[in-house]
């Protein structure tokens, strides 16, 4: 991606190029969130998952952290209204989200961008942006996909536990009045 960058200013050009409106704090790119362009920090499972789901269609671009394995950013593009989307969802879907690790970041939130290809420490691309940040996918899609991976998986370590065996999940327990 950054083959042709050789300072921090080239880097900023590169993303600037493709839509991202970034600037350079401390020799760093720096994106802003706002209404156009969010972000969602979430889980990696949950964020590979939804790259799964919705890539096919449209570029999904990742952050990690080479220090933080289990955390990872997904950029969005904007939301259908105003504000976030998070206002807008029941309370059943805010405590999911709560419960996962999942929360939209408020507008003006600063996001730190990866500078090279091989950043040895810090940010980097786990899926890099392939288009310009207008082809970010939609924050409502983003979120109902991952809304419906919790829901899955947690249909998935239900079942598991009613073919481990664990106490008071079985229906015949739950029916004699065991629990």
Request: glycine share 8%.
């Amino acid at each position: 991606m950054f083959q042709s960058c050789h300072s921090p200013h080239d880097v900023a050009y590169w993303y600037a190029d493709r839509g991202f409106p970034v600037e350079l704090t401390y020799g760093r790119a720096l994106l802003q969130t706002s209404y156009n362009i969010g972000a969602v920090k979430m889980p990696r499972e949950i964020a590979t998952t939804i790259r799964r789901r919705i890539g096919a269609d449209r570029q999904i671009p990742i952050l990690a952290h080479t220090r933080n394995h289990r955390e990872t950013i997904v950029l969005v593009g904007p939301s259908r209204a105003r504000g976030g989307l998070l206002w807008l969802l029941d309370d059943f879907a805010k405590s999911e989200f709560d419960r996962h690790g999942i929360c939209e970041a408020a507008a003006g939130t600063r996001v730190w961008l990866p500078m090279s290809d091989h950043t040895p420490g810090g940010w980097y691309w786990a899926s890099p942006p392939t288009e310009t940040a207008t082809a970010l996918p939609p924050r409502n899609r983003v979120l109902r996909t991952a809304l419906e991976v919790i829901g899955e998986q947690s249909a998935s370590a239900a079942t598991a536990a009613l073919k481990t065996g664990v106490p008071g999940s079985s229906t015949g327990e739950l029916a004699s009045g065991r629990r």
